[in-house]
Structures are given as C-alpha cells and as structure tokens.
C-alpha cells in the first residue's frame, strides 16, 4: 500500500547527542512535511518542501534541520538535542498540485523521541 | 491572527452514545477544513474535508458540518464505539499561497464500554 513511512517508531538519545529521523514515502508527492507535537498540543510545522525548495518556519530553532536527497526520502535531524525537544515528530506529504493549503495531508505514524 | 479553538478538550461517552465535538477559527482567508483522527501514538488520519462551498460531509459513523459565515464545524459521532476513543482535530488552511495549515489543539475522545 502507498503511504508514509517513519523510522524509527521510537527514539532514545542523550542530552546533547545528535539524532536523526527519516521518512519515506510511496505516494510521489512533491511536498513533505516535519512536524513537532508535544502532548496535548496541536503538531506544529517545523519546515517543508516542494520539490527541493526548502522552506524553513521562522521560529524553528536552528537546532533542526532537514534533508531531502530525493522525493521519496526525508530526514530530520536535531544537532544537539535538549529536554524540551523530546516530542513526537510527524512527517507528512501533499501531492503539491493544486493551490498551496488546498491539498490534503497524508501523515506518518510518527517518531516518539525521548531524550535523557 | 489565524486560530483554531476545539470544544471540548475532552471527552468520555458510553460506547453507543452519539457526541458532537466543535471547531470554532479565525483563518482568512479560508480555504477548506478539515476533522483528522489522531490515535494515541500514531499519526492523523484525514476523516472529511470541506471547501467554503460544502455545508455536511459524512464519512461513515462521522459527519461534519461547515458554517462558513460563523466560521465554525463540528463533527458528530452516531453510535460510538471503543474504536472511536482518539484525539479528533480540525485542520483549517487559508488560500495564502503558503503550504501552511492551522491545527486544533484536538478533543480528546474516551468510549467506555
């Protein structure tokens, strides 16, 4: 089945040691999504991309960044991570073919990451 | 500013009850709206989505209906069953040209048998 597919489902690091989380997609869709959603609160959009343009929200803390080799694959990585940024991080995609916002989003099921 | 308020933030029903959950935002100019169900752990999962033109879409047990001159949806669930215990959130997006969606803090759903 075609879908979005995140690794790990479950992430342990270290105060202060780097992490990175992947996504991988079947659906050929042009954009991807990083989202945070911390408990009980609404996922907020960390960057996308359309294509290979990335586009990074402007509070989005210099410690993740993202990369995208091709259209299938999309990494997040977090250089140094702190206790704040333990979090679910979701990653979703839009075909990027109509109008920008008016597209439906297929999510991943997510990475839980603890940091200790 | 764009914002997404749901009502209530949560909720506990006897399996087989119906229950209504409300959507109330901001965003302008509106795009479309859309109800996800979020399963503990697990990412959203799109249930209906509606254009400023549509009034009601069901999706099943779900129905969603769109009031876009009050700026407010909700979702009601007939016949609620075990399943349907998740976080429900209603995503709006604004025609901005920016690929960006303004996400509810959710209702937190709980069926008891």
């Known amino acids: 089945d075609a879908m979005v597919i995140q690794n790990p489902r479950y992430q342990v690091t270290q105060f202060g040691k780097p992490v990175t989380l992947s996504c991988s997609q079947t659906?050929?869709?042009?954009?991807m999504y990083w989202y945070q959603q911390k408990s009980s609160q609404a996922p907020k959009l960390l960057f996308h991309?359309?294509?290979?343009?990335?586009?990074n929200e402007a509070d989005t803390p210099d410690n993740f960044q993202s990369r995208r080799p091709n259209t299938s694959f999309c990494f997040l990585d977090i250089r140094s991570p702190g206790l704040g940024d333990a979090a679910m991080y979701l990653c979703?995609?839009?075909?990027?073919?109509?109008?920008?916002?008016?597209?439906?989003?297929?999510f991943g099921p997510g990475t839980r990451l603890t940091v200790l | 500013k764009n914002q997404v308020e749901q009502s209530p933030q949560s909720l506990i029903i006897l399996e087989g009850k119906n229950c209504t959950l409300q959507?109330?935002?901001?965003?302008?100019?509106?795009?479309?709206l859309r109800w996800y169900k979020q399963d503990t752990g697990r990412g959203p999962v799109s249930l209906t989505i509606?254009?400023?033109?549509?009034n009601t879409k069901s999706n099943g047990r779900y129905t969603a209906t769109l009031d876009a001159d009050t700026k407010q949806s909700s979702l009601h669930i007939t016949a609620s069953q075990l399943s349907d215990s998740a976080s429900y959130i209603c995503?709006?997006?604004?025609?901005?040209?920016?690929?960006?969606?303004?996400f509810g803090t959710g209702t937190r759903l709980k069926v008891l048998a």
């Open positions: 979703a995609t839009s075909r990027g073919a109509f109008q920008a916002g008016q597209e439906e989003q297929f």
């Open positions: 659906l050929n869709h042009n954009v």
């Open positions: 991309y359309y294509d290979k343009d990335f586009n």
């Open positions: 959507c109330n935002y901001t965003v302008s100019p509106f795009s479309n």
């Open positions: 509606m254009t400023f033109s549509e």
């Open positions: 995503v709006v997006s604004a025609t901005s040209g920016t690929y960006k969606y303004i």
